[in-house]
């Protein structure tokens, strides 16, 4: 078999110059190293990305939380619930009893507190939960998504009120809530 040797082509003032190119390991190296970079990059943004919606998620929870807020001043009492579903238990004539699905206008007798009411942001099917015990006290919960959250608290191994994570102990399903203050 006969040996392949490199073609050296001498240059006129007496410098020598391999042909030009990179060799198939330089290639598969620096295609490696790409490699890397993309993945370790797309780790971190997909790491971004669960911080943002978990941050929207307090925000709206924040925001339905002041919508309850002016109901009571409006109304003496906080709204009921109905299947995680906040409903207007107005009983001045005529009365309203509205119950208003996650992503509509919070409207109760005619008054706007918030419209719409916010939905999750990854997966608008996914809403929030709003419960309550009695007329003075509510408890929004949420699902984040990113555990190493300081508020992330999974209610079924944690006893979040216990450990200082949360004012409150999630609903099933559910690893983050807010209370009224």
């Given amino acids: 078999m006969p040996r392949t040797k490199l073609k ?3 240059l006129e003032f007496g410098i020598w110059n391999f ?4 060799t198939l ?4 190296i620096v295609i490696s190293i790409i490699g890397v970079l993309a993945a ?3 780790a971190s943004f997909t790491q971004a990305q669960k911080k943002s919606r978990d941050g929207k998620r307090k925000a709206d929870l924040k925001a339905v939380q002041q919508a309850v807020e002016q109901y009571y001043h409006a ?3 906080y709204p009921a619930t109905t299947s995680g579903d906040i409903t207007c238990n107005v009983t001045t004539p005529p009365g309203d009893s509205t119950r208003i699905n996650w992503g509509k206008s919070f409207t109760c007798f005619g008054l706007i507190y918030l419209n719409p ?3 999750d942001p990854d997966t608008p099917t996914r809403s929030y939960n709003y ?3 009695g007329v003075n006290n509510y408890q929004i919960n949420s699902v984040l998504e ?7 608290c999974n209610p079924s191994t944690t006893d979040c009120v216990a450990t200082g994570k949360l004012p409150c102990q999630p609903s099933s399903g559910y690893n983050y809530c807010v209370i009224n203050p």
Avoid at 19 to 22: H, L, N, Q, V, Y
Avoid at 25 to 28: K, S
Avoid at 146 to 152: E, L, V
């Fill in 75 to 77: 109304n003496n009492k």
């Fill in 8 to 10: 050296i082509w001498k």
């Fill in 117 to 119: 009411l916010p939905t």
């Fill in 19 to 22: 042909k030009p190119g990179f």
């Fill in 131 to 133: 419960t309550t015990t």
């Fill in 25 to 28: 390991v330089e290639l598969l």
């Fill in 146 to 152: 990113n555990t190493n959250d300081s508020n992330y």
């Fill in 40 to 42: 370790i990059t797309t």
